[in-house]
């Protein structure tokens, strides 16, 4: 195993022992409440933040409030990091399948 790769898998280990994984992008809406008298009748929309993300072909939003978006933010993010590991590890053995070493 080349450094490099062992230096990615042990990233990816680490990942996986660590907190959570959560796969999706986050996004934030702007709304309109409704409210005659509301601040958003004047222009200044409420901003929420949503999950999304699709499962089985079909499009998926989830509601993320305000005190669990810094974890749901952390689990996205690993997420993210360890899907660039593997595909760095895939061409670790992209090459090695090219060069015919085992």
């Not at 999706?24 to 005659?36: F, N, S, W």
């Not at 072909?57 to 509601?63: A, H, N, Y």
Request: with cysteine.
């Amino acid at each position: 195993m080349s450094p490099r790769e062992r230096d990615r898998r042990s990233q990816l280990a680490q990942l996986a022992r660590g907190a959570g994984l959560l796969r999706g992008t986050l996004a934030i809406r702007k709304r309109v409440c409704g409210k005659p008298n509301c601040k958003c009748a004047k222009g200044e929309k409420h901003a929420s933040l949503y999950l999304v993300a699709s499962y089985e072909g079909c499009p998926r939003q989830l509601f993320i409030p305000k005190d669990w978006e810094p974890q749901v933010r952390r689990w996205v993010k690993q997420y993210q990091q360890v899907r660039k590991l593997l595909e760095e590890i895939s061409l670790i053995y992209w090459d090695k399948v090219k060069k015919r070493q085992g």
